[in-house]
Structures are given as C-alpha cells and as structure tokens.
C-alpha cells in the first residue's frame, strides 16, 4: 500500500509541470474561436491578464528556490497569456473595454515590476518568502477568475461564459500541484493556493453540469459563430 502511494505521488510529481503547461494552453481554443468570430462575447479578461501576473510571480519563485518544475511551465504561462491578452484586447466588444484593458495592463506591469524589485532589496530567502506569499493569491484568482461571470451564470441560466477547456485543465494540473505540493516538496506555498484552485474548478464544472451552454447565454457567453462586430479592434 505504501509503495503504491509513493508510486502515486511520484506520478504526480512528474505529470505536474505538464499540467501546468497543459493549463495555460487550454484557452487556445477559445481564442481561436474569439479569432475566428471576431468578437469576445461575455468572456472576461481577468483569467488572460492574471495568467500573466501568476505565472510571472511563481517563475521569480522558482528561479529563488531553484525549482525547475516551477519556474519552467510558468515561463510557459507568462508567454501564452500575453498572447491570449494581445488577442482579447483586439477583439473585446465589450462597451467601456478600453479603460478595462488599460486598468489590467497597468495592473500587470506593477506586479512585475514590484517583484524585480523585491528580487533586488531583499535576501534571496527572504524574498522567495515574500514572493511564495504573494503567488498563493495571485494563483487563486487566476483559478477562481472564470467565476467573476458568475452573476451572468445565475442570470441567463447558462454557463456558456465560463470556458470549459480551461476548467479542466486546472482541475488536473490543481490535483496533481496540491498532490506534489503537500506529500513531495512539502510546500505551503504549492498546495495551498492549488488546493483552493481545485475546489474553484469544482465550482465551475458545477455550473457547466446544471446549466451547460443553453442558447439563452449564448449570445452572451461564447462568442456566436455569426458574430462579426468589432468595436474594440486596437
């Protein structure tokens, strides 16, 4: 029993930075969906410019505490959600989506900055303790980022603005990070903020499960397959 325990969180430990990968690869198609329709829908921002701010902070974690695993799938993260931000902002239908996008690019560009420059003041100790810190809050919200569509879930009845794809990727990748984190580094600032993930994914694929993606949220949610409107092509 115990052997096949170890060989568990072995597997964990080796299939976790893929999921990582496999995570921030998830809204690939439903950025080529936005592409192609050329228009965002109800989706929301947050998860693309929080990708950014997360997987920024766990690479400077990862570098500090010399974790390949960590810093490696999140340098991922970094270069996939600038492209999935690049391509929301050309697309973003949204009224009032100018100031939105500007609030979120200054955001991102402060915690970078404030992170380098933690990097810079403080021992490396002491700094990876700071920056483990503020990952776990920055990995919750990037988790928990497709609820911010909750009220418009509750509204029309229909979950079509919370990407599935998405949803699942971090179901696993949570699962795996909260296995490794806990039983194999031994690490408060893996698990925890990963534990919190997978029970946000849970939530999601709750409202999946009750409302799917009926056609009163469609035209609200996804982007409709005849959408062609662009009013906020950058």
């Known amino acids: ?25 998830a809204p690939m198609p439903t950025l080529l969906q936005v592409t192609n329709d050329k228009s965002t829908g109800a989706l929301p921002l947050l998860p693309y410019s929080s990708m950014i701010s997360n997987s920024f902070v766990w690479v400077m974690y990862g570098l500090l505490k010399n974790l390949p695993s960590v810093y490696m799938s999140n340098a991922v993260g970094v270069t996939m959600g600038t492209y999935y931000f690049r391509t929301y902002t050309r697309y973003c239908t949204k009224a009032g989506s100018a100031s939105e996008i500007r609030m979120h690019f200054r955001a991102v560009a402060c915690i970078i900055f404030f992170n380098l420059c933690l990097t810079q003041i403080f021992e490396k100790d002491t700094a990876a303790d700071f920056i483990g810190k503020e990952g776990v809050f920055y990995c919750v919200v990037l988790f ?57 994914a849970c939530a999601q694929l709750g409202l999946k499960g009750v409302y799917g993606d009926n056609e009163r949220g469609r035209g609200v949610g996804l ?8 009013y906020g092509d950058t």
């Open 1 to 25: 029993m115990a052997s096949s325990l170890q060989s568990f969180f072995a597997l964990c430990g080796t299939l976790a930075p893929y999921c990582g990968v496999l995570c921030f690869l």
């Open 223 to 230: 982007p409709n397959r005849g959408a062609r409107r662009n």
């Open 144 to 200: 928990a980022s497709p609820l911010v569509a909750l009220k418009h879930v509750l509204e029309t009845k229909s979950a079509a603005s919370i990407p599935l794809p998405f949803t699942i990727a971090c179901f696993i990748n949570c699962f795996c990070w909260s296995v490794t984190g806990w039983f194999t580094m031994k690490d408060f600032n893996i698990y925890f903020p990963n534990l919190l993930g997978l029970s946000c």
